[in-house]
């Protein structure tokens, strides 16, 4: 079975910092896209940000200048650095992945099973 599990969620606190962690495992062949997205309750799922495999990255406006997406294509994992948290940044967070899986033909888009985040004001 492929998995994405997620890590680093937490409560915090207004000004502070947290790192999530995502790492894809199973039968992946190479992987595209990866990004991060967040759900907040009673709102639809909404990017945050993207990391294309060349390491290319694409944020929300919200988030630009205070979060930062990395991977680290030898480990299959993808990371969001969050500074400068907002009691707005409350959300799951969902990690995703573009991937070819072994054994199929095209491509798939692959979920996270979701990480709290929430921080106080």
């Known amino acids: 079975q492929v998995q994405l599990v997620e890590s680093g969620g937490g409560l915090v606190q207004a000004g502070g910092s947290l790192r999530l962690s995502c790492a894809a495992s199973?039968?992946?062949?190479?992987?595209?896209?990866m990004g991060w997205y967040r759900q907040a309750p009673g709102k639809q799922r909404e990017l945050v940000a993207t990391i294309t495999r060349s390491h290319r990255t694409n944020y929300a406006d919200s988030v630009k200048g205070r979060f930062t997406i990395s991977r680290d294509n030898a480990k299959n994992t993808v990371y969001l650095q969050m500074n400068s948290l907002k009691p707005d940044d409350t959300a799951v967070y969902y990690c995703?992945?573009?991937?070819?899986?072994?054994?199929?033909?095209?491509?798939?888009?692959?979920w996270g099973q979701g990480t709290q985040v929430t921080v106080s004001s």
């Open positions: 199973g039968s992946i062949g190479i992987i595209n896209d």
């Open positions: 995703n992945c573009n991937a070819v899986l072994r054994g199929l033909s095209g491509t798939r888009d692959l």
